[in-house]
């Protein structure tokens, strides 16, 4: 199985390495990976933050395992040619729509979630966030209203066969796991939630052994915090998805710990934590590991069919955490290469 590594700018290389030492622990040579330029290292490189070369090495792939890109050197170029364009023209060229956020709070990590400990305790949720379309990709402009004021606008669309296909990604990630969808929207108000929530009820036909409710958007945010507990998989838009999504991430403590994947219908799928490419700490060996490790366990199971080496993987970092496993982000001193260390250990 070939995986495109695609390590990036700042913090990227440091933390796919990690990884790519886990994956070949827990895959012996099933695995063989191709590297790629990508983001402002390929900018530097080549002139391109995508370069055709990495995109077909993308489409060839089975999968792609991504560090981060972003880099305080080419924040005045102009918007083609920024980093961060990379991650957008491979979610829109590979048609990559469905976004799979994991939150979860490891027990020795109780301490660093934003929640009160019993309450962190019990986050352990999945949001799948639909990312090909809503109010990002709508027509959008600004214009003068007959007073003389200056007024912008986006338009917020979504069609029946793009709510039906990321409703289905959302059952599936359920029966996989406590069974249980929550469909986020804001069918009080929005005719998108509306068409959304009758769509969700005509997938749902489908997965009879799934659990389905609905729940306006305003009422998850504060269920989120109050009791994240009763979530199991959340399914939602683009723009109720990337801020709940968010939010989330907080409830389950550092930003260095939260993996993320994105798949397309085939579900070849992009692995990446969730983190940027940290340019403050880049460089130094401070940046936590885990992250990027646990989107690796993500891509062996949603992408190539290998969901009992992940699992080994997300033990070994349960365990290397209660053996105290702490880089910098987590309170404790290990460098990025020792958390590795630690996660090959306990494996
Ligand atoms: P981007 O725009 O790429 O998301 P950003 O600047 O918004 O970048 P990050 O790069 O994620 O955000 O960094 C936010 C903060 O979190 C920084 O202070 C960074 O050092 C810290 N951070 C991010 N990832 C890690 C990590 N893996 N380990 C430790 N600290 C991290
Ligand atoms: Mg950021």
């Known amino acids: 199985m070939l995986i495109a590594l695609l390590p990036g700018d700042g913090i990227g290389p440091e933390v796919t390495e ?30 391109h933050p995508l370069p055709p070369e990495t995109l077909d090495l993308a489409r060839r792939a089975d999968a792609i395992l991504f560090g981060a890109v972003g880099d305080p050197d080419c924040d005045a170029l102009e918007r083609h040619l920024r980093p961060e364009q990379a991650i957008l023209g491979l979610r829109k060229e590979l048609g990559l729509f469905a976004n799979l956020r994991p939150a979860r709070l490891f027990p020795e990590l109780a301490d660093a979630s934003a929640l009160r400990p019993e309450v962190a305790a019990r ?13 990002y990709f709508g027509e959008k402009g600004m214009r003068t209203t007959a007073d003389g004021l200056r007024e912008g606008y986006d338009i917020m669309s979504y069609n029946e066969a793009e709510v039906a296909r990321i409703a289905r990604v959302g059952f599936e990630t359920a029966r996989a796991r406590r069974g249980r969808l929550c469909s986020v929207d804001k069918a009080n108000v929005l005719e998108t939630s509306q068409l959304w929530r009758d769509v969700v009820i005509e997938v749902s036909r489908n997965y009879p052994d799934v659990t389905l409710n609905h ?133």
């Open 123 to 135: 986050i352990d949720l999945v949001i799948v966030r639909e990312t090909n379309g809503d109010v």
């Open 215 to 347: 729940m306006y958007v305003d009422n998850a945010a504060m269920q989120l915090v109050r009791d994240p507990g009763q979530f199991d998989v959340i399914v939602t838009g683009n723009l109720f998805g990337d801020i709940l999504s968010d939010q989330a991430s907080m409830c389950a403590g550092s930003i260095g710990m939260l993996p993320s994947a994105t798949l397309n219908s085939r579900s070849q799928g992009l692995y990446e934590p969730i983190h940027g490419s940290a340019p403050d700490i880049a460089g130094q060996g401070k940046a936590n590991p885990l992250a990027t490790i646990l989107s690796a366990a993500m891509m062996l199971r949603y992408s190539l069919g290998k969901a009992a080496e992940a699992d080994r993987i997300e033990a070994a970092v349960a365990a290397a955490l209660a053996a105290g496993a702490r880089s910098p982000d987590l309170g404790g001193r290990m460098s990025t290469a020792e958390m590795g260390d630690a996660v090959l250990a306990a494996l």
């Open 18 to 47: 990690q990884a790519v030492r886990v994956l070949d622990a827990v895959t012996g040579d099933a695995l063989s990976f191709e590297r790629g330029l990508v983001g402002g290292a390929a900018y530097k490189a080549v002139g």
